[in-house]
């Protein structure tokens, strides 16, 4: 095992990505013109996949979005669904590309964690569109501005599916790369397990998933107590929980702060109680589905990045102590995930918690860049302060 640090999957296009740029909305808008929206509609089916009447405030989350919202409307996909299911992304196409005329470009997906939105991947979402990607963000079922369901069975395969068939409904033909932060990092496994075929390379950043929660004595909760869990949650609480988790030891920030802004509005929104339930669900999911007995079945070029200060571990909270003190130790979970995935490099930084590319989203994207670029040969040359193992 050579040491060096970084786990992440590859792709083909030339990149360069500096700091992470600014966002304005007059930017946003100029990305978004009429053109592009032209663009997804091309390869898409009326009344399947069409943009968002009322973006500001929709589904129970009032939060204005820094690039065009579109649904898509995946209800006929769900077995006797009897409320219309839609899920909520943006998608950022490359600058000049025309359907009709241009190649199909490389398209990478970023799956967002259960504390986040799509626009939390923005800052790494824009350098790879104007690098020439398709960048796809979309908000699975229960987050953000898709429906909150209320008669739903959350699965990490089937939430998989979900993501598959919306790419399918925008044209993508062409093998993605799939890129998950935290919860977005299990599901992310979970969909390259599910469609290896439709899988170019993996980047996972602060997965969770990375060991057996139950199996290391977490104990059972009922469903009325998780939901209770998620209606008492507001600004200071989510606040304290990432200050612990996502940033330990570091002094707060306004970009860390935007962030449990934007998620307090969806605990408070006017789908609050919906909300509450479906992420109980989504807590019942996770603990009842690791995918870390599966990574060796894994077959494509992974890239696992990790921060060592990370503690994210679900239950651990109302485990006992003896428990607890088993639980989320990221030193370790990384490099035992890094041994079970038959190809995958893993960059561990000891400095860094649960959001590597919010924390340090210059070097992340960098990172990114390098990976992208050349699979990481040159991710030496970064001088990271970080352990890479390949």
Known sequence: MKLLTLLVAGAALPLTISAAPAVTTAESTSLDADASVSATLFHSTKDII?????????????????????????????????????????????????????????????????????????AAALPLQKAGYRV????????????????????????????????????????????????GGMLASRFALTYPEFTKSLVLVAPIGLEDWKAKGVPDRSFDLLVGDERGQNYNSLRGYEQATYYPGVEWREEFD????????????????????????????VLGQPTIHEYKKIRAKTLLVIGEKDNTAIGKVWSPPEVQAKLGDYRV?????????????LVTFPYLGHAPQIQEPE??????????????RSLESLKLNATIIR
């Open 136 to 183: 796809i963000l979309p908000e699975q079922l229960g987050f953000c501005k898709s429906t909150k369901p209320t008669s739903y069975d959350f699965n990490l395969k089937g939430l998989a599916t979900n993501t598959r068939n919306l790419l399918r409904e925008l044209g993508v033909t062409k093998p993605v790369i799939v890129m998950g932060h935290s919860l």
């Open 363 to 376: 070097m992340f994207n960098k990172l990114l860049a390098s990976w992208l670029n050349n699979g990481g």
């Open 333 to 345: 979970l990384g490099r035992q995930a890094q041994k079970a995935i038959p190809d995958a490099t």
């Open 50 to 122: 069409y943009p968002a009447k009322r973006p500001q405030n929709i589904n129970g989350f009032n939060y204005t979005y820094p690039a065009q919202l579109w649904f898509y409307n995946l209800t006929p996909t769900i077995r006797g669904s009897k409320e219309v299911l839609e899920m909520a992304f943006m998608d950022l196409l490359p600058r000049n590309y025309n359907p009709r005329s241009s190649k199909e470009p490389q398209t990478i997906l970023l799956l967002h964690g259960k504390n986040f939105c799509g626009p939390t991947w923005y």
């Open 258 to 285: 935007k962030w449990v802004v934007m998620l307090t509005k969806v605990y408070e929104g006017d789908q609050k109680e919906k909300f509450w339930k479906d992420q109980a669900h989504v807590v019942e999911m």
